[in-house]
């Protein structure tokens, strides 16, 4: 009885408590638990696996955290896509925060004048507001906004 008693003291330490109404997940999440104490008593066990002289074995803890660090391992990349790639780059106008800024001098609007080529809109305008990192003269706030947020503006 010492050693089940040992295994579960082990156990109700850093147990995974997960909260479900049907009885075989309480089983399946009880048997990993037990399963992963005699992974460690094992790993105890392993003559490759000594402490040197003057170090402490490796605590139930840190072989819990080993354990689940290894199961995650690569599992982890948040910035991985879904998908089939896109063969356009994006544009860094859509991609990177630009904020307004004023030129000196003024200039027709780069959305107005493309829609007014395009023959989207009557009468172009003339601003001395604008994307200072894109160099372009912009209306504000409804072209800018447009402007960046939008592929084909035009």
């Not at 689940?68 to 356009?88: D, E, F, M, N, Q």
């Not at 030129?103 to 780069?110: I, M, V």
């Amino acid at each position: 009885m010492g050693g089940v008693d040992r295994a579960d003291q082990y156990i109700q330490y850093y147990v995974f408590q997960h909260k479900t109404m049907k009885w075989p997940k309480r089983i399946f999440f009880t048997m990993i638990e037990m399963l992963k104490f005699n992974a460690f008593r094992l790993f105890l066990a392993s003559p490759h696996h000594q402490p040197g002289p003057g170090k402490r074995p490796k605590t139930f803890l840190k072989f819990s955290k080993g354990v689940a660090a290894g199961l995650i391992g690569g599992y982890t990349g948040g910035s991985v896509r879904k998908g089939r790639p896109s063969l356009v780059p994006v544009d860094v106008r859509l991609t990177q925060r630009h904020l307004p800024g004023s030129f000196g001098n003024k200039s027709w609007c780069h959305v107005c004048h493309m829609r007014v080529k395009n023959n989207q809109l009557d009468t172009r305008r003339q601003t001395k507001y604008g994307c200072l990192d894109c160099g372009k003269h912009l209306c504000l706030p409804e072209c800018f906004t447009v402007f960046h947020s939008v592929k084909s503006y035009c």
